[in-house]
């Protein structure tokens, strides 16, 4: 590192001093505090985006600044890797090690050990380039300007700003770029619609939902989606969808609305009650990454029907699996054009055990991994197809770049020898579908089109839909305790390998319920422990958390459990 660099880093990083007493970790979701005590973390996670991208060959690198269901007093930083996902898990330690250096002097000293370490190329011809977004909260202004600073930095590196964008949008932006695609927000809002109307137009006759059903209203949680779904609904002219908490009537950003909101307490959220009855609607979360969709059943209570994110993953589960059938009827005997595609669905532990049975009972391969959308999302990618979700609504489908190339030289033939034979559109829909989800992260508005079609391809209400299977009551609990750390876990988080003696413990409570299940696993950032059970009944499910809940207390020492 020369003296211009040093004398760079240590100029800027004056201005963006440590507050006293804070210490954050980098998670799965980034950087998340409250706004106010944020600035010297996103001034130093825009020199971390730099070095990244030039230790990736001048890759392009994201800077989301997010807290996406979180209040709107919050907000967040999280860093998108070249592929569009979540940055290298090789790299989080050094994130933590910079947000919590706690002076420009050792800031300095710790940035040239891990540029001396990773052999990042601070001087030659590479440019380091990173794009900026942030969602609706009013911090993000004043945090933009930080991480432009930390970018700046950094001799050499851009900050391309993309202005007030969901999160799957700016990841899908950064994989774009880094594909050689154009990667504007037009571009993604055309590469999506252009692939729903794909799809649509590809329904066989007579599937059509019914017009009582015609009609889809979605909560923008008062956030940045409901901003970008007015966008994509006029491009999209002839779909009829109704846009609440949009956020321009004054409502406050995930306040009493958004998908965490109604997937986690099954209520109504603000705006909607006995007028919607029947109507097919869905919830965004602030930053638009999750989406969850419900129903009100009644005019009497405020209560709901929830679709939640393993039902989503079941529906396109069966619709991927329906192409890949029909794919495989045809030239079976021609080994040349045969492939047989794995599909895989991935889940953690806290799929509804209902919709795991369901899943399995279709015959597909379903694995699990821990708690995180990381392990998600790299255990799908082992797959030709891997979808995953997690019950908040936060996932995606991930296609292998063999089983495009394949499926697109198929579509091909397809189309020269059997043009319109349901081979050749079984195709064509999977190379839809391919283009509509977002392939690098979860994104509730890609996501929400691509169930939009597939209803209409099966001719489903959201009460068909919903009638898939019927979850089992469960019920989460957290324990506090004095060390989180003295409970190791095996097996995606299923089984408890310490304290000895646990895991029988929790089998014997376990076994005293008809269809029960149970599992704990330490929280990530603060010192609890997590319970999760499930049960027959919602009175055996309360009982079995209960119950582990008080093993916790006993093979850890002390404890208090809530909801």
């Given at each position: 590192?020369?003296?211009?660099?040093?004398s760079?880093?240590?100029?800027?990083?004056?201005?963006?001093?440590?507050?006293?007493?804070?210490?954050?970790?980098?998670?799965?979701?980034?950087?998340?505090?409250?706004a106010?005590?944020?600035?010297?973390?996103?001034?130093?996670?825009?020199?971390?985006?730099?070095?990244?991208?030039?230790?990736?060959?001048?890759?392009?690198?994201?800077?989301?600044?997010?807290?996406?269901?979180?209040?709107?007093?919050?907000?967040?930083?999280?860093?998108?890797?070249?592929?569009?996902g979540?940055?290298?898990?090789?790299?989080?330690?050094?994130?933590d090690?910079?947000?919590?250096?706690?002076?420009?002097?050792?800031?300095?000293?710790?940035?040239?050990?891990f540029?001396?370490?990773?052999?990042?190329?601070?001087?030659?011809?590479?440019?380091?380039?990173?794009?900026?977004?942030?969602?609706?909260?009013?911090?993000?202004?004043?945090?933009?300007?930080?991480?432009?600073?930390?970018?700046?930095?950094?001799?050499?590196?851009?900050?391309?700003?993309?202005?007030?964008?969901?999160?799957p949008?700016?990841?899908?932006?950064?994989?774009?770029?880094?594909?050689?695609?154009?990667?504007?927000?037009?571009?993604?809002?055309?590469?999506?619609?252009?692939s729903?109307?794909?799809l649509?137009?590809?329904?066989?006759?007579?599937?059509?939902?019914?017009?009582?059903?015609?009609?889809?209203?979605?909560?923008?949680?008062?956030?940045?989606?409901?901003?970008?779904?007015?966008?994509?609904?006029?491009?999209?002219?002839?779909?009829?969808?109704?846009?609440r908490?949009?956020?321009?009537?004054?409502?406050?950003?995930?306040?009493?609305?958004?998908?965490?909101?109604?997937?986690?307490?099954?209520?109504?959220?603000?705006?909607?009650?006995?007028?919607?009855?029947?109507?097919?609607?869905?919830?965004?979360?602030?930053?638009?990454?999750?989406?969850?969709?419900?129903?009100?059943?009644?005019?009497?209570?405020?209560?709901?029907?929830?679709?939640?994110?393993?039902?989503?993953?079941?529906?396109?589960?069966?619709?991927?699996?329906?192409?890949?059938?029909?794919?495989?009827?045809?030239?079976?005997?021609?080994?040349?054009?045969?492939?047989?595609?794995?599909?895989?669905?991935?889940?953690?532990?806290?799929?509804?055990?209902?919709s795991?049975?369901?899943?399995?009972?279709?015959?597909?391969?379903?694995?699990?991994?821990?708690?995180?959308?990381?392990?998600?999302?790299?255990?799908?990618?082992?797959?030709?197809?891997?979808?995953?979700?997690?019950?908040?609504?936060?996932?995606?489908?991930?296609?292998?770049?063999?089983?495009?190339?394949?499926?697109?030289?198929?579509?091909?033939?397809?189309s020269?020898?059997?043009?319109?034979?349901?081979?050749?559109?079984?195709?064509?829909?999977?190379?839809?579908?391919?283009?509509?989800?977002?392939?690098?992260?979860?994104?509730?508005?890609?996501?929400?089109?691509?169930?939009?079609?597939?209803?209409?391809?099966?001719?489903?209400?959201?009460?068909?839909?919903?009638?898939?299977?019927?979850?089992?009551?469960?019920?989460?609990?957290?324990?506090?305790?004095?060390?989180?750390?003295?409970?190791?876990?095996?097996?995606?988080?299923?089984?408890?390998?310490?304290?000895?003696?646990?895991?029988?413990?929790?089998?014997?409570?376990?076994?005293?319920?008809?269809?029960?299940?149970?599992?704990?696993?330490?929280?990530?950032?603060?010192?609890?422990?997590?319970?999760?059970?499930?049960?027959?009944?919602?009175?055996?499910?309360?009982?079995?958390?209960?119950?582990?809940?008080?093993?916790?207390?006993?093979?850890?020492?002390?404890?208090?459990?809530?909801?």
């Open positions: 590192m020369n003296e211009d660099q040093r760079l880093l240590l100029s800027s990083s004056s201005r963006f001093p440590l507050p006293q007493g804070v210490r954050l970790s980098y998670g799965t979701a980034g950087f998340r505090a409250d106010a005590l944020l600035e010297s973390t996103v001034y130093r996670v825009g020199i971390l985006a730099a070095l990244r991208s030039l230790k990736m060959d001048g890759s392009v690198i994201g800077v989301m600044l997010t807290a996406s269901h979180n209040r709107v007093s919050d907000n967040g930083v999280k860093i998108a890797d070249p592929s569009g979540m940055l290298s898990q090789s790299w989080e330690p050094f994130a090690a910079l947000a919590n250096a706690p002076t420009s002097q050792h800031l300095l000293q710790l940035i040239t050990k540029v001396e370490k990773e052999n990042i190329p601070l001087e030659g011809v590479r440019r380091a380039e990173i794009m900026l977004g942030r969602d609706t909260r009013p911090s993000g202004e004043s945090l933009l300007e930080a991480a432009k600073q930390g970018i700046s930095s950094i001799l050499g590196a851009v900050a391309i700003d993309m202005g007030i964008v969901t999160t949008q700016l990841h899908w932006m950064v994989r774009a770029r880094n594909k050689g695609i154009k990667a504007s927000e037009l571009d993604y809002f055309e590469q999506l619609s252009s729903f109307r794909c649509v137009g590809l329904i066989p006759s007579g599937s059509k939902i019914s017009e009582v059903d015609e009609k889809l209203v979605v909560d923008g949680a008062n956030g940045v989606g409901g901003e970008k779904l007015e966008v994509l609904r006029k491009v999209l002219d002839g779909m009829v969808v109704e846009i908490n949009s956020g321009k009537d004054g409502g406050v950003l995930n306040e009493g609305v958004g998908a965490d909101c109604v997937q986690k307490e099954k209520f109504a959220p603000s705006g909607f009650g006995s007028q919607d009855v029947g109507l097919r609607c869905a919830s965004l979360d602030g930053d638009a990454d999750r989406l969850v969709y419900f129903s009100v059943p009644s005019k009497s209570c405020n209560k709901i029907d929830l679709v939640d994110g393993d039902k989503i993953l079941s529906l396109f589960a069966i619709f991927i699996k329906e192409q890949l059938n029909t794919l495989s009827k045809e030239g079976s005997e021609n080994t040349s054009s045969s492939y047989h595609a794995r599909l895989g669905v991935v889940q953690t532990a806290y799929a509804n055990g209902a795991i049975d369901y899943l399995k009972m279709l015959g597909l391969e379903v694995v699990f991994t821990p708690t995180g959308v990381k392990y998600l999302h790299e255990k799908a990618a082992e797959y030709d197809i891997g979808i995953y979700f997690e019950a908040n609504g936060h996932g995606t489908i991930i296609f292998s770049e063999s089983f495009l190339c394949w499926l697109e030289a198929r579509y091909q033939e397809l020269s020898v059997s043009k319109g034979s349901e081979q050749q559109k079984a195709a064509l829909r999977l190379l839809a579908v391919s283009k509509l989800i977002n392939q690098a992260v979860g994104d509730a508005l890609s996501g929400l089109l691509l169930v939009e079609a597939i209803l209409q391809h099966m001719g489903w209400s959201i009460q068909r839909w919903s009638e898939l299977y019927k979850d089992l009551p469960s019920r989460q609990l957290k324990v506090k305790v004095v060390d989180r750390t003295a409970v190791i876990t095996a097996n995606a988080e299923t089984v408890v390998v310490r304290p000895l003696g646990f895991q029988e413990a929790i089998n014997a409570e376990t076994a005293k319920h008809p269809r029960g299940r149970s599992f704990i696993r330490p929280s990530g950032t603060e010192d609890v422990i997590r319970v999760y059970a499930e049960a027959s009944t919602q009175e055996a499910a309360d009982s079995l958390a209960n119950s582990v809940a008080r093993l916790v207390d006993q093979f850890l020492g002390f404890g208090s459990s809530q909801k």
